[in-house]
C-alpha cells in the first residue's frame, strides 16, 4: 500500500515536470510561427490535429460510453455522481484561494467541503448550498492567472482538449493534491470524465452540430470563460483596449473607409472610391 | 458615397422592420436607462417564450421581442467587422436578417436549458464611450447563469434609447465568438458563402427546437 502511494506521488511530480518541460519546449516555437493565423493561436495547425484526434476519441469511445452510462441512469445519478467528484476537487480550489489571499473563500470551501463530505455523504449530495454555503471554486491555474502570469498561445490537448501552457501546469498542479486512488486512478479519471460527457450531452452535441467552425467556437469560448474566471466575471480591471477592438465602431465605420492604410482596404479594390 | 450616408441606407430596412415588430408597444418612458432596458426586454422576452402558442408563433414572438430590444445592425455589423464593407448593400440586408434570426434562435436554445423563472439584474456599469453593461443571473438556485447584456445608447435627449449589442454568456461574448467563427467561414466561402452558412443553420436548429417544442406540448 505504502510502496502504491509513493510510486503514484512520484508519477505525479513526474507529470508536472513534463508539463513544464513541454511548455518550455512550446513557448519558442511561438516565434518562428507565420503571422496568417489569429495571434491567440499561433499553433493553429498543431492544435488543429490534436483537435481532430480528440473528435475522434469522443466519437468512437467517450460519447459512446457516456451513451452507454446514459442508458443505465438517470439524470439524479448522474448529478450526484457529478457532485462526488467536485467534492473530490476540493483541494485545488483550497489551494488556488488560498494562493489568491481569498481567505473568506477559502473558509467557505472548507466549510462546503466537511459539510458535503459528511451530511451530504461524501460528497454526493449538496446541502451546503442548500444552506446558503455558495461555492467559490478556483483552480490553481486560475491563482496563476490572479498573479497576472499570462496564459501563453492557446494550446489543444490530447484527450484533455482546450488548455494553454499557464493552465496545462495549472492543471497537473490540481493533480498533485487530488486524493490517491492508487491502482484504479486511471478508471476513476475516465469515470469523472464519461460522467461529464453524458451530463452534457445533448449541448455538446448541439454545439458540434450548430456551430460554424467547431474547433474556433470552442477556442474563442474557452478564452474567453477562462479570462472571465481569473477575474472572478469582474472584468473591471481590464484594459480598455480589449473592448476598443470588440466594440470600436472604427473595424466597419468612417476609419475603415477612409484611411488608406487600413489593412482592410488592400485586398479588396471595390473599398477604393 | 459618404460613410454617414451608407450607415443610414443600412438602418433604414431595420428602421422599418423596428416599427413593424413594436407597433402599437411605444415605451412608457422617454429615456430608460440600461437597467430598465434590460428588464423590459427580459420581461418581454420571457411573455414571449412562455405564450400559449405553437413553436413558431412563440419564435415570432421572442424575435419581436428581441428586435425591439437588441440593434441588429450593429451586432451585424460588429460581428463581421472587417468584413462587413466587403458585402454588397443586399448581402448586408440577408445577413443581417439571417444572423438576427439565427441569435433570436441561439437565445431560445439558452432559454430552453436554463429556467427563465427568475432573472435577477445584479450590476451595471459604464463602459465609456456610450456603451454600458449590465449584469443579470439566471435561475438563483445553486449555479446562477451569468448573463451581460451590453447596451449602447442611440439618439440624444428624448429620442434616446438603449439597445442591445451583446449578450455575454458565462464571460463568453457572443459577439467575439460568432467574429472568429464567421472570420473562418468569410476566407473559406466568402460573402454569399457566409450568408448560406447562417441560413442553413438556422433551418437545423429551428427544425430540432419544433421538435423538440412539439414534444414538450405532448
Known sequence: MNHTTVHTTSR?????????????LLLPA????????????PWEDFNRGIWWFNMQVDEYALEPTAKGWTAITNEPVRESVGRFFTNLKFPASFVSNLLQAK??????????????TTVGILGFFDPATDWGIEAKREDIGEAFGAWGIGTGPYLVVPFLGPSDPRDLVGVVADDLVYPDFYSEEILVRAFDVVNDRALDMQRINDWKEEAFDFYIFVRDAYLQNREAKVDDFEDEDDDPGTDADLYGDELYGDDLYGDPDDEGLQDDPEGRE | MKPTHTLRLALLPLLALCAAATAGAVPATPDPGPRETIRAATDDVVAALRAELPYADRLAGVEAALTAHVDFNTVSKLVLARNWKKLDEAQQRAFEIAFRRHLVLTYWKNAAEASFDEIEITKDRDEGRGDWTVKTEVGLTGAPLLMDYRLRKFGEGDGADWRIIDIIIEGVSMVSNFRSQFQEVFGNSGAQGLIDAVIEKNQLMSEKQRLAADEEDG
Not at chain 1, 507529470?15 to 513544464?20: G, V
Not at chain 1, 511561438?30 to 493561436?41: H, Q, R
Not at chain 1, 470551501?109 to 458535503?116: D, G, K, P, Q, S
Open chain 1, 12 to 24: 505525479r511530480w513526474a507529470s508536472l515536470a513534463s508539463a513544464l518541460v513541454l511548455v518550455g
Open chain 1, 30 to 41: 511561438c516565434a518562428s510561427t507565420s503571422g496568417d493565423t489569429s495571434p491567440e493561436d
Open chain 1, 103 to 116: 481567505f473568506a473563500d477559502t473558509g467557505t470551501e472548507t466549510a462546503r467541503f466537511v459539510i458535503n
